[in-house]
């Protein structure tokens, strides 16, 4: 079990790029989520998918888009890059029955992105 | 925002327990008491969790209080490798994680 997998670890953009990061998880999970975390900082939710073919916004979605291809895989999308987006992005998975009480969240090893 | 309360660092020698405390005034009867950690450039990882009695597994134990505005979270005997920063959560399971930023143990030799 590799738990959730993110490519790539690092990345650098300039300005204006665009580019896709991936994750995917193989816990049969149901939930997935997108978080970034500045230095010194806790985590933000930027989106995330309580089930296959469903995504909603978090806490600061603008810049960004999502795609839940599958179950297993959840992709982050950045049309045009800003330095402001510079950040760690980690994503996690959650079982997330229906009806259970607690949810528990595993994460990703996380990507570095930085734009110049 | 996040609605716990943790003091921004704490220290802790090698071998003794370390005990992070946590106020969650505000928690909602259905909401959960989490605690997640961070170790230094790695993701998250999940620690225990507990809605009113106190909880222990391999990891740690998790004592709340009667009234539950706070916790405390008790590492029996902290080593190096438990150095990272610590997150007090409060929720109810099906909602997703507000994180704030946590206490930073030390853990000395």
């Known amino acids: 079990n590799a738990g959730v997998t993110q490519t790539p670890k690092f990345q650098v953009l300039k300005t204006g790029q665009s580019m896709t990061l991936q994750c995917a998880q193989d816990?049969?999970?149901?939930?997935m989520y997108w978080y970034r975390q500045d230095p010194g900082m806790g985590l933000r939710l930027i989106y995330y998918s309580a089930s296959e073919g469903t995504t909603d916004k978090g806490e600061v979605p603008n810049g960004y888009n999502v795609s839940r291809l599958n179950k297993r895989e959840f992709s982050l999308r950045l049309e045009s890059a800003a330095p402001s987006q510079t950040s760690v992005y980690f994503c996690a998975s959650s079982a997330h029955r229906r009806g259970g009480s607690t949810d528990t969240q595993y994460f990703g090893p996380g990507t570095r992105l930085t734009v110049l | 925002d996040a609605k716990t309360t943790q003091p921004p660092s704490m220290d802790c020698a090698e071998g003794r327990a370390a005990n992070l405390p946590c106020n969650h005034s505000t928690i909602s009867g259905n909401e959960y008491v989490y605690w997640y950690r961070q170790i230094h450039s790695q993701g998250p990882q999940y620690i225990i969790h507990g809605l009113k009695n106190n909880e222990t597994n391999e990891m740690a134990s998790l004592i709340i209080t009667e009234d539950r505005k706070s916790s405390t979270l008790i590492l029996p005997h902290a080593t190096l490798r438990d150095t990272a920063v610590y997150y007090c959560?409060?929720?109810?399971?099906?909602?997703?994680?507000?994180f704030g930023k946590g206490t930073m143990l030390l853990v000395s030799p």
């Open positions: 959560i409060e929720n109810s399971g099906y909602s997703t994680l507000t």
């Open positions: 816990m049969n999970h149901n939930s």
